[in-house]
């Protein structure tokens, strides 16, 4: 029996990144009258694609000596970023901050996104 080669033959394969839509821009403090904080927003500045990757357990040492855990790791399109950005996950009312980006090809950047704390100092 001829052993098959599973191999990708075709260079011209491409990614999808179909599990939904980034949404990232910068953190917008609310505030009330009187002017103190009740809560926070995001003031969107642009989106791509984005597709979910698995958080492989060297992703987890690095980030545990590092002190931040990741809740999430998705891959996009190679694409200019700003930096110190926050990131939206489709419909989602939780909001991401971008620990670290890495890009091991020419065609995909990854992207490791811890969740940010939504308390609102105190005030109930």
Do not use: C, W
């Not at 969107?44 to 931040?68: C, H, M, P």
């Not at 971008?98 to 811890?114: C, F, G, P």
């Amino acid at each position: 029996m001829e052993r098959t080669n599973f191999t990708r033959i075709n260079k011209n394969y491409h990614e999808t990144y179909n599990d939904g839509i980034l949404y990232f821009g910068s953190i917008k403090v609310l505030k009330n009258a009187k002017k103190e904080k009740i809560g926070e927003s995001i003031e969107i500045k642009g989106k791509r694609n984005f597709s979910y990757v698995n958080i492989r357990d060297n992703d987890n040492i690095e980030a545990d000596s590092l002190g931040y855990t990741i809740d999430k790791k998705i891959r996009m399109p190679l694409s200019p970023l700003p930096q110190n950005i926050k990131v939206k996950l489709n419909d989602s009312d939780d909001i991401y901050e971008v620990k670290k980006r890495d890009t091991d090809d020419r065609k995909n950047i990854y992207l490791y996104l811890q969740k940010v704390s939504n308390k609102k100092d105190g005030v109930e």
